[in-house]
């Protein structure tokens, strides 16, 4: 087991590679009384097309299926996940995204028997085809769920309209006809290409004691076989650097108009601490363009086109990329104007002020040391920074050092006309 | 937990030394009876004391100088709890260990006094244009409700329980009551929320007490009050058996039910009813999760929630139109079965095990023990996890079907969408 300390920090972080692959880290967290466990794998929504696991072909699976396995993770033959957490007095959860599956427990007492479950239950598959058919009305109705959120529309409605081909542009959840044709056998063969353990992550925090748990992890996975790890091949189309469509428009009953204008990102292809400061540089140049000290702000703001749902965004992954800037709006259509002017002043050769940059280093370094206050908040984000081989510890010193040239540089991979879309929620037509 | 320290009259101090976060939190409430008048005013001027102060007069000034502080949260709120209204103003700054070479303690405690003392006056009354751009905001704030079903639908169900009352009156106020505010009106609402609220004060992290106290009676020179008493909620009659369906441009069903106990929060009947609570559908191992979604499939959530300080509990899920009357009856079996005794030793053991850890997991956070402390402080006895695990730990059964007896469905809300419901 290796320690690593982080002493501006006061953390100390623990960690082993263990033999059949699955990377632990531990880190306690003194004077709180909960532990939060998360085992996560590398494989999200967007990896539907992979060679499967000991085979040659590759194949392409029903959309939705990564979030439909997680669902069907919780049901074992003797009943559900769920009951065993409670009794244990855990609250247990699982999310789906684009790129990880994580199975989560936090609690504040019989700590070894809920990792023990957790372990045990995402590392035990039970499918069958009538527990699967069961599942289809249930994420059924999580579709539909979704389907009447027009923030959540709005949201895929911009992504779909940035990508051509690649899969980021589907719904995690896929759509009530996709997640019709999943087999149990299509669930087995996900199950055992992605959650080997050398694909995987754990991390416990909290009021956890390091070697004590680790051991128990240990001895834990030690008892199980699993084959040989092998690379896991997945498949992306080319994918151009435009944007599939500039502008489409979407009726819902909504009271007021909502608009996002979406930059999809060159540069997809990073990793390490240059994807950890090309990332922190993109945020830190849309904070200084968008954010509620710039004088786009207060414009936009006096002017009436925005209000408290404002928000802008930077998402990075591996092969994928955008940033959205929006918000409700009486007035989508000069919103979208005026976000696209600001962007062109800067494409014009406007330039960031170094007292800026100073001062939301700051405020993000803030934003970090309060973020460290949150076990759930670590273990998320620092299972996706390793997934990218960043180090979420990196985060301040990486901070620290951004130049006004950064900046420059990494804002150059969403800047241009054609790589800028606008989507829009608009109020059902009266009489239609 | 927090030693509370008499501040001035009518205004306390709570205050919580600890090593465990690596930040400070500081949170003063303003109380006083819950109106919708009074919850209009006091929410738009919270946005106008967020939005600027007379040292800071533009929001870009104001957020810069937070930025500077190591971007140090600062935000107004409001909130309800049974028939009393709440201002908050919430702070969080990074502890000074953390940062090298710098001390931004004292100045987060000035630009707390310049944000509640030094508000952004013209000829005495808050300045119009800001005053009628906040009420906009808060305005669209209120009608976004519409465009998200699921609160839209329990807002509904709230009119309809118990209309003009605190239980269904919104801690933002009302469209209504926002449009007839004036920079006069809202300077008289801001003297009299200063002068004459009952107000708590709650600071946490890693201070030296002493110094801090000190620092705080300059920072925050409350003056001496007696708050108005603020009434107790008072059952009132209802109709029983509403039933109301709607209709909107939307795919998913929405099945909002109410139901009334007699129990309210710190009644001796209180522990019992929060296990009641958690075995019908507070949790994923509750009669609701397993029947309505697990065995049934008909929903992707169903639960139960219990409103303490209003005597209420309410019943979601989102289902298809078509099966409205399955799942309600299942919904209505779940609690029959529990009033007749349905009820396992292990579904009795996961609730406390669940009820226990889930307060024991909120005292994790700086906000979470200043939530729960300030809920439970008013209670006669001192608050522990401990008393109250105890508590939980001597709910038999049978205390949960006589609990379950006094469970009465009052209404039903369903949101459909437009072209699947028959009727």
């Given at each position: 087991m290796k320690t690593i300390e982080f002493k501006q920090l006061d953390e100390t972080l623990y960690y082993e590679k263990l033999e059949n692959g699955l990377d632990v880290y531990i880190l306690p967290k003194k004077g709180f009384s909960k532990t939060f466990v998360t085992f996560t794998t590398?494989?999200?929504?967007?990896?539907?097309?992979f060679v499967p696991l000991g085979e040659s072909q590759s194949i392409t699976v029903p959309d939705g299926i990564a979030h439909f396995l997680e669902h069907k993770m919780f049901e074992k033959e003797d009943g559900d996940v769920f009951q065993k957490f409670s009794e244990y007095g855990a609250s247990a959860n699982a999310f789906t995204s684009f790129t990880r599956t994580a199975y989560l427990f936090s609690s504040t007492d019989n700590i070894y028997k809920s990792t023990e479950t957790l372990l045990n239950f995402v590392q035990e598959p039970y499918f069958t085809e009538a527990t699967v058919n069961k599942e289809k009305g249930i994420i059924g109705q999580e579709i539909t769920m979704y389907d009447d959120q027009p923030d959540w529309r709005l949201y895929f409605g911009t992504i779909e309209n940035m990508?051509?081909?690649?899969?980021?542009?589907?719904?995690?959840?896929?759509t009530i006809e996709s997640i019709d044709g999943i087999t149990a056998d299509h669930l087995y063969t996900c199950y055992n290409t992605f959650y080997h353990p050398s694909n995987m992550l754990l991390f416990a925090i909290g009021a956890v004691e390091p070697e004590e748990m680790m051991a128990f992890i240990r001895e834990n996975q030690g008892k199980k076989e699993f084959p040989e790890p092998t690379p896991i091949q997945r498949f992306f189309e080319e994918e151009p650097t435009?944007?599939?469509?500039?502008e489409r428009t979407l009726h819902m009953d909504v009271q007021k108009p909502k608009v996002y204008m979406g930059l999809k990102a060159k540069d997809t292809n990073l990793s390490g601490r240059e994807m950890l400061q090309h990332e922190l540089s993109v945020q830190i140049a849309l904070e200084l363009i968008?954010?509620?000290?710039s004088s786009f702000y207060e414009r936009v703001y006096d002017e009436g086109?925005?209000?408290?749902s404002y928000a802008f965004d930077f998402t990075l992954e591996k092969g994928f990329g955008f940033a959205l800037i929006g918000s409700d709006s009486t007035e989508p259509d000069a919103l979208a104007k005026a976000i696209k002017a600001e962007l062109e002043k800067y494409e014009k050769g406007a330039q960031f002020a170094s007292a800026d940059l100073e001062r939301i280093k700051r405020k993000k370094i803030g934003f970090f040391l309060r973020a460290l206050n949150s076990i759930e908040f670590i273990a998320n984000q620092f299972t996706r920074y390793s997934f990218n081989d960043?180090?979420?510890?990196d985060v301040v010193p990486v901070l620290e050092e951004l130049t006004i040239e950064d900046l420059t540089k990494a804002f150059a991979s969403i800047q241009?006309?054609?790589?800028q879309t606008v989507f829009k929620v608009l109020p059902t037509e009266k009489g239609a | 937990m927090f030693k509370t320290i008499p501040f001035a009259k009518g205004v306390n101090l709570h205050i919580r030394q600890t090593t465990q976060f690596k930040t400070v939190n500081f949170s003063i409430k303003w109380r006083r009876a819950l109106t919708a008048k009074c919850a209009s005013e006091r929410t738009v001027l919270t946005n106008v004391l967020q939005h600027s102060?007379?040292?800071?007069?533009?929001t870009a000034a104001f957020r810069s100088f937070l930025d500077d502080l190591y971007g140090t949260v600062l935000y107004f709120d409001t909130s309800k709890r049974g028939n009393e209204h709440t201002v908050m103003m919430n702070m969080e700054t990074v502890n000074d260990?953390?940062?090298?070479?710098?001390?931004v303690l004292n100045e987060v405690l000035g630009i707390m006094h310049t944000a509640i003392f030094e508000p952004n006056l013209e000829n005495g009354v808050f300045k119009e244009s800001i005053v009628e751009r906040e009420k906009k905001m808060v305005i669209q704030r209120i009608e976004s409700?519409?465009?998200?079903k699921s609160r839209f639908a329990q807002m509904r169900l709230q009119e309809i329980l118990r209309p003009n009352e605190p239980a269904s009156?919104?801690?933002?106020?009302t469209v209504e009551d926002i449009q007839s505010i004036t920079p006069a009106s809202l300077v008289a609402a801001y003297e009299s929320m200063l002068t004459t609220d009952k107000i708590d004060i709650y600071v946490a992290g890693d201070i030296n007490e002493e110094e801090l106290v000190a620092k705080l009676k300059k920072a925050l020179p409350f003056k001496d009050r007696i708050p108005e008493e603020i009434p107790t909620v008072v059952p009132q009659k209802h109709p029983q058996n509403d039933y109301v369906r709607e209709q909107q441009e939307m795919k998913q069903g929405k099945l909002h039910i109410g139901f009334s106990t007699p129990v309210r929060f710190g009644d001796a009947d209180f522990a019992k009813m929060q296990i009641f609570n958690g075995v019908f559908g507070?949790?994923?191992?509750?009669k609701l999760f397993m029947n309505v979604?697990?065995?049934?499939?008909?929903?992707y959530y169903a639960s139960s929630s219990y409103a303490s300080h209003y005597g209420l509990l309410f019943v979601v899920s989102g289902i298809e139109a078509k099966n409205e009357e399955k799942a309600l009856n299942l919904i209505k079996e779940q609690l029959v079965a529990i009033q007749a005794g349905n009820i396992t030793d292990l579904e009795l053991d996961q609730t406390k095990a669940m009820l226990t850890n889930q307060l024991k997991e909120s005292l994790d956070s700086a906000r979470g023990q200043i939530e729960i402390f300030d809920q439970y402080k008013d209670l006669p006895e001192e608050f522990s996890v401990e008393a109250w695990a105890t508590k939980w730990q001597a709910v038999t059964k049978e205390d949960v079907v006589d609990i379950a007896k006094q469970v009465k469905l009052e209404a039903v809300y369903f949101l459909s969408g437009k072209e699947q419901t028959a009727q």
């Open positions: 590398k494989y999200g929504s967007v990896d539907r097309t990508y051509h081909t690649h899969p980021v542009k589907i719904d995690i959840a896929g435009d944007v599939a469509v500039k968008f954010g509620r000290t086109l925005i209000d408290e960043m180090n979420l510890f241009g006309e054609s790589q | 102060n007379a040292k800071y007069t533009t260990q953390y940062l090298a070479n710098t001390s409700i519409f465009d998200d009156i919104s801690a933002n106020g507070g949790y994923p191992h509750a979604r697990e065995k049934e499939s008909l929903a």
